[in-house]
């Protein structure tokens, strides 16, 4: 009895019979003779896709110890594209890929692009988005409303807001109250501040000190050699580009006084001879020569209508009599309109701008 129990050990293991005998040289035996299943049909132990081991003389690319397609790694253990590895694939319906699948980033978990602050769309439960995730520009970074300077409406810290951050309206670029012209405080470059705009009332819309009546002599006054005596902060020979934006370059005060022609030139020869009124502490003339100056750099350079329109202006200031030997006033100049034409200070500056050729100290 133990004899053939014996020989059955020893010479009845088969390959293929569901147990695997080491004795006979098995590796495995999966009861079956068939290769590619993982036992092959000499019951040795086979590489196969599934097995968690790369196998590349078999042509496995990936081995993720499964045969589930989806993954990453197919059932055939070759790489798929994934939603979350980073490679945005089309193929299988991606639209962003941002190597991760997590919600609320912008890119879903399904590889979606989805609505978040900042993208520059203003979707539901947002107030606003400009595009951005940065404080203090009107949209926060949670993309609710921010108060901010500029935007009309009078916040904690604000002074004034006027809508813009534009500075010199009264109400500066950091929302602070400006000194302005008209707001009843005598300021540095005003003569005057009665609490408007108006002109008329003693106090012009630029804050200077209007004249009634009042002094003014003529070009053809000025220009004249013999009366050079009377020029005051300023010489003939002084370049006009060294006191007014340089409308006439390389040409001096006296050049220009002298210059015949309309237009521009007109307006140059009394611009000169307001400048030398101005600068004069013997002609009731009421203005600086910094608002002659400033005056002129405004409109300067501009249209045909802006230069007549000033020289108007000037020509009637200049010609309201010149209390300086006014009997010799030459080329043809008429000695002055009578003081009762008053004086137009509507359009001329107050002093305040940057401006070029301040009088010499």
């Known amino acids: 009895m133990s004899l053939l129990l014996l020989s059955g050990s ?13 004795l006979a040289g098995e590796q495995c035996d999966d009861g079956n003779t068939i290769d590619g299943d993982g036992c092959s049909s000499s019951c040795q132990i086979e590489s ?24 990453g790694c197919s059932s055939s253990c070759q790489v798929e594209p994934i939603c ?10 991606e639209a962003c890929d941002d190597g991760n699948t997590i919600d609320g980033d912008g890119c879903s978990s399904s590889c979606q692009v989805e609505p978040m602050c900042g993208d520059g769309v203003v979707d539901e439960g947002e107030a606003c988005d400009d595009g951005n995730n940065i404080n203090g520009d009107g949209c926060s970074a949670s993309c609710t409303i921010e108060a901010y300077c500029g935007d009309g409406v009078l916040d904690v810290g604000e002074a004034c807001d006027d809508g ?38 003693g106090c012009s819309a630029l804050c200077e000190a209007e004249v009634d009546g009042g002094d003014g002599c003529t070009p053809g006054y000025w220009k004249q050699n013999h009366h050079f005596g009377a020029w005051n902060l300023y010489s003939p020979d002084t370049l006009f580009g060294d006191v007014f934006e340089d409308a006439f370059p390389d040409q001096t005060l006296l050049d220009v ?37 400033d005056t002129f750099n405004a409109i300067y350079p501009g249209s045909k209508d802006d230069y007549e329109a000033l020289k108007d202006e000037f020509e009637d200031d200049n010609e309201r009599g010149c209390p300086l030997n006014a009997g010799s006033l030459g080329d043809g100049e008429s000695r002055g309109r009578s003081d009762e034409r008053g004086q137009r200070n509507a359009g001329i500056g107050n002093g305040n701008g940057n401006r070029r050729g301040r009088p010499p100290n």
């Open 48 to 71: 196969m896709c599934g097995d968690g081991v790369v196998d590349m003389a078999i042509g496995e690319a990936c081995d993720d110890g499964n045969t589930i397609d989806g993954d």
């Open 164 to 201: 813009n951050n534009v500075d010199g309206d009264g109400c500066s670029s950091e929302c602070g109250i400006e000194p302005f012209c008209g707001d009843g405080n005598l300021d540095p470059g005003e003569q005057c501040d009665d609490g408007n705009n108006d002109n008329g009332d």
């Open 257 to 293: 006084l002298s210059q015949g022609g309309g237009k521009l030139y007109a307006l140059g020869r009394h611009t000169v001879a307001a400048l030398l009124n101005a600068a004069s502490t013997d002609v009731n003339y009421g203005h600086t020569p910094e608002s002659i100056i």
């Open 10 to 22: 020893a010479f009845g293991a088969r390959c293929g019979d569901g147990i695997s005998d080491p």
């Open 84 to 93: 979350g590895d980073g490679i945005v694939d089309m193929d299988i319906g």
